[in-house]
């Protein structure tokens, strides 16, 4: 089974710094990769994802992630935190048949003005 | 609007008191899956379903039931409800192809006494 491993629980940076999570994966296939968010009290959210075309894939509200495959990678990263950036990062891989979605355990993120 | 309805958002119930948690979709989508959140443990899939009538055990399947009669609904029943069972449940779908990542639902917080 595929696994995904995301280092650091909770990171905390200053509004208009650089967000920096960080997603590891495990698998013996090209994977798809996934990075979804969750605001609170609510559901998840796509922010962006990774289907094998372009390694630096772009997203939702000024977020990408790159996709190195040498480093098992796929950190998700913004320029500039927003106040409003503050929640809970997924990432996500699926399995070769796409059947099931193995989630990391997620980070807190914390923006501090 | 797109979008997966899950009901109730909150419940309590007591322990060996069945109940269903129902969730529906309007997309047209063909693969329905259930969740169950938990701190410091992210999100682990309880069951899958790819199309109606074919549904599967995903990591955690035990205590629970699925049905796909029709393909808008998925319901999740606990048979006998216990309180390792507590925690926050999602409901997600996606259309048959693995790369465009899931739509989720608002959530369902059970609590079992």
């Known amino acids: 089974a595929q696994s995904v491993t995301q280092l650091g629980s909770h990171v905390s940076v200053s509004e208009g710094a650089l967000v920096l999570l960080r997603c590891n994966y495990s698998?013996?296939?090209?994977?798809?990769l996934f990075w979804y968010v969750q605001y609170p009290n609510q559901g998840l959210q796509l922010l962006l994802k990774?289907?094998?075309?372009?390694?630096l894939v772009k997203g939702i509200n000024g977020f990408e992630a790159e996709f190195k495959k040498s480093e098992t990678s796929f950190h998700l990263t913004k320029p500039s935190a927003h106040m409003s950036d503050a929640a809970e990062y997924f990432c996500?891989?699926?399995?070769?048949?796409?059947?099931?979605?193995?989630f990391g355990t997620g980070t807190s993120l914390t923006v501090i003005p | 609007e797109a979008q997966v309805t899950q009901n109730p958002r909150y419940l309590i119930t007591v322990t060996g008191k069945k109940l269903t948690v129902t969730c529906s979709q309007n997309?047209?989508?063909?693969?329905m899956s259930w969740y169950r959140q938990d701190p410091g443990l992210g999100l682990r899939q309880i069951y899958y379903?790819?199309?109606?009538?074919?549904?599967d055990k995903g990591d955690v399947p035990e205590g629970y039931k699925v049905s796909r009669k029709e393909k808008r609904n998925f319901p999740l029943i606990l048979e006998s409800p216990s309180p390792n069972q507590t925690s926050l449940y999602f409901c997600?779908?996606?259309?048959?192809?693995?790369?465009?990542?899931?739509?989720f639902g608002s959530g369902t917080r059970l609590t079992v006494v």
């Open positions: 997600a779908s996606s259309l048959r192809s693995r790369g465009l990542g899931y739509t």
């Open positions: 698998s013996s296939v090209p994977p798809y």
């Open positions: 990774y289907t094998s075309a372009a390694t």
């Open positions: 996500a891989v699926t399995e070769n048949t796409g059947n099931q979605f193995y």
């Open positions: 997309m047209n989508h063909e693969y």
């Open positions: 379903s790819m199309n109606v009538e074919v549904t």
